[in-house]
DNA sequence: CCTAATTTGTACGTATGTATT
DNA sequence: AAATACATACGTACAAATTAG
């Protein structure tokens, strides 16, 4: 058995470690090791196989760089996905990029208040799981070097301290308090949602379009690595000004 | 010298190797290493700090997998990055699902035919870069279980063999030879531009909506790894019946 | 153009630490 | 408490890619 695994080493090309993660990767796509199923321990594979420990691990490195497998410590290394799951990804530096605030627009707050939870179904989501109170910061959002309004923004906040709370109520500190609280550093996913809608009378005269024109619609849940969700930002972008860019790159 | 340095990694906590990151992390951002700059060769950084070749090794694969630097072999470590970069992730696991096609809907082949490069602002990507022809197919998606219209989908692809335009021009196999030219295995970078137009006379009829009604537009741009546009995708979906919803999480 | 030196990659061995079972 | 399994860390040697001369 382990003369006959030793071969299948022999016949491949390149290095050993490559050897062994494809073997093992041609496995796990084949079903020998099931989702949730453990690998051969490092020492079963290093005697299976005639390799050293150190080879093996390199290959096991291979296997959890692509996603197939987790490692843990006097646990071993179990299987999480049967095939290395094609990756596109789109990396953003701040989140700021991802609004397309950054430097390229200008945030103009029109009123801060608290709002009951059952306000609206963003309010609702927010203060429903934390039974914190909710901040609705409405603002609209202007191109540099433009007057016409880009977008209406609505960011619903859940509030966890006096602090924020406060300076989320003072419309000269709310969009630098919403930048605080949606900071790279606090945020761990994003859920998005775009789609187009005609612009009903109030948010037109806001957006200074006509009724009925087509807007880009944008909803963002901000949830923190605790998986509680942090803010909710609406914005519905004017359409013949706003295009939403990105690249999927191959990881 | 090496002296001072080795007593860096002492005052620190936890393993040798993290420590050693963290340090080489720390010169990074602080400009120490530009972008493009070189760091110590490995043996340098041995010396240095008075580790083995392996622990200098894993805080370099640490740097690598920040993203902070690449190796190459025979030529050393190289700084692409100052501070580890906050990446969002967007994983996909099949071309199909970012279109949302998968066994969500069905498609219907309307026509397909050979265009010129001045044909449109697509036709003349696809065809300017290659100067190989261009074939338009241009097809209605719809949702499962409906009958109503969920996009007008015009896709322009980049003809390279005789086989692949006879499968294009032929409307029976023109749906699975696009699907074959977008592969995720071919597919090396995808650009995507989303936006809400309102829909002309003639998109109108199509969709089976009211000429004014707002429709979300999707522009997406397919390169090989050799960075050749392989495919342009251009979609209009119907604005009531689609949202575009995706998940990044920070990896 | 070829050679030699440099630098990372691959691969072996060994020992001890730490988390899990 | 003991056994198991991965993590960390030391050593050595040669191969392969790059660069300098």
């Known amino acids: 058995m382990a003369q006959e695994t030793q071969t299948m080493l022999q016949d491949g090309s390149g290095p050993y470690y490559k050897r062994l993660a494809g073997y093992l990767m041609d496995e796990i796509k084949e079903g020998r090791y099931a ?4 690998l051969p321990t490092e020492k079963e594979l290093c005697d299976s196989f005639g390799v050293s420990r150190h080879t093996t691990r390199e290959a096991l490195r291979q296997l959890e760089n692509k996603g197939l497998i987790t490692r843990r410590q ?42 009951e939870p059952d306000a609206n179904q963003f309010a609702s989501q927010v203060t429903h799981l934390g039974k914190t109170p909710c901040i609705w910061v409405r603002s609209i959002r202007y191109p540099r070097n433009d007057v016409r309004p880009l977008a209406l923004v609505d960011v619903y906040v859940a509030v966890r301290t006096k602090m924020q709370a406060r300076k989320l109520l003072d419309e000269e500190t709310a969009a630098q308090e919403i930048v605080n609280t949606v900071d790279v550093r606090k945020i761990d996913r994003i859920e998005q949602a775009f789609n187009a809608v005609n612009v009903a009378d109030a948010e037109a005269k806001l957006l200074h379009v006509k009724a009925g024109d087509a807007a880009f619609q944008i909803v963002r849940h901000y949830y923190d690595a605790a998986g509680r969700l942090l803010v909710v930002a609406h914005s519905l972008y004017h359409g013949s000004l706003f295009t939403y860019a990105s690249t999927l790159r191959r990881s």
């Open 35 to 38: 989702i949730g199923a453990s």
């Open 74 to 115: 006097g646990s071993g290394s179990t299987v999480v996905a049967t095939s290395p799951p094609v990756r596109y990804e789109q990396n953003i530096q701040t989140i700021e990029d991802m609004l397309h605030h950054g430097k390229a627009t200008r945030l103009h707050v029109l009123s801060s208040k608290e709002v």
